[in-house]
C-alpha cells in the first residue's frame, strides 16, 4: 500500500516508491529538489516530476557552479524551451539560488547542513492516518522559508521549504499505512 497522491501515474508511483521521503544530504540533490519545488510552485508535482528531466539537461545535471556561471543569454535560451515551465522568474531564480549556494560553499557552509539544521540533523517522524492530515507547511518550514529568504533564496516559501523536506526525508510525511511509512 503507499500514499493515496502517488497512485495517479507510473511516474508518480516510482517518485514515491524510491525517492519521496528518501534522506538526501548531498548539496547537488537538495539543491535540485529546491529548483523543482520552486518550479512547482502553483502546480500539479506531476507537471514538474514530468518535466525532471528536461530541467537536469537545460541546468546541466544541477551542477551547482556551472549553474551559477550561466549568463543571460544562455538562461534566456533555457526560459523559452517548451521541455520546462516557462515562468521567467522560476528560471532566473535556479541560477540566483545557485549563485546564493556557491557562496555559502566558499565560506565553508553546505546546503545540507542548513536545511538539516532546523530538525537537528535528525528526520522528524509524523504519524499522519489520513491525506487530510498532512500539513502543506508547519513552524520549521516558516522558519527554513524566513531564513533561506534573508539569504536571498528566491521561490522559498513555506509551502515550498514544506514540499522540500518532505521530499529530502528531512520530514516523513507518508500515510502509517503506507509500505514506505517504516523504510
Not at 1 to 15: G, I, K, N, Q, Y
Not at 35 to 58: E, F, H, I, N, S
Not at 169 to 179: A, K
Amino acid at each position: 500500500m503507499r500514499c493515496s497522491w502517488a497512485d495517479h501515474s507510473d511516474m508518480e508511483r516510482e517518485w514515491h516508491d524510491n525517492e519521496w521521503g528518501r534522506i538526501v544530504r548531498d548539496d547537488r540533490r537538495l539543491f535540485e529538489l529546491l529548483a523543482l519545488k520552486g518550479a512547482q510552485a502553483g502546480l500539479a508535482w506531476r507537471t514538474v516530476l514530468g518535466k525532471r528531466d528536461a530541467y537536469r539537461q537545460l541546468f546541466h545535471q544541477f551542477d551547482i557552479e556551472r549553474i551559477a556561471s550561466m549568463d543571460d543569454d544562455e538562461l534566456a535560451s533555457v526560459a523559452v524551451n517548451r521541455g520546462i515551465i516557462r515562468h521567467r522568474l522560476k528560471v532566473t531564480s535556479v541560477r540566483a539560488n545557485a549563485r546564493i549556494v556557491l557562496g555559502m560553499a566558499q565560506r565553508g557552509e553546505s546546503l545540507a547542513e542548513l536545511l538539516w539544521s532546523f530538525t537537528q540533523g535528525e528526520p522528524i517522524i509524523n504519524a499522519h492516518s489520513e491525506p487530510r492530515d498532512v500539513p502543506m507547511r508547519s513552524e520549521l518550514s516558516d522558519q527554513m522559508s524566513v531564513e533561506l529568504q534573508r539569504r536571498g533564496f528566491q521561490f522559498a516559501g513555506t509551502a515550498i521549504c514544506y514540499g522540500l523536506m518532505q521530499s529530502a526525508g528531512i520530514v516523513n510525511d507518508h500515510l502509517v499505512t503506507c509500505d514506505c511509512y517504516h523504510r
